[in-house]
């Protein structure tokens, strides 16, 4: 099983606790987690990742044991912890404002 924790937002829209848990097939990689997590949970399409480009969103980053992952290649594999489950993959809105 694959841990991903949520931002508060997101949190909100899923009706979720802090992490959610997902069964994930084959490679690890940001494609396949977030493919996963739009398919479980439907209300948060479009708000992690663009609906036509599946780029991710500006104030979006995601991070996995201790690394910032936001600019990898979405088909890139994650980190062994994260795909044995002992790390989740964090989604954090990123703050802006001035």
Do not use: C
Not at 5 to 30: C, D, M, S, W, Y
Not at 57 to 72: K, V, W
Request: charged share 25%; proline share 6%; hydrophobic share 45%.
């Amino acid at each position: 099983m694959i841990r991903v924790a949520l931002p508060f937002h997101l949190r909100n829209l899923a009706k979720e606790g802090k992490e959610v848990q997902l069964q994930i097939e084959g490679p690890i990689t940001q494609r396949t987690v977030l493919d996963a997590l739009e398919a479980r949970y439907p209300m948060l399409r479009g708000t992690i990742r663009d609906h036509a480009t599946q780029e991710r969103r500006a104030f979006i980053r995601f991070f996995a044991d201790g690394q910032d992952l936001s600019h990898a290649s979405p088909d890139a594999l994650l980190p062994e912890a994260v795909a044995v489950g002992t790390e989740p993959f964090r989604i954090i809105g990123a703050m802006a404002g001035g």
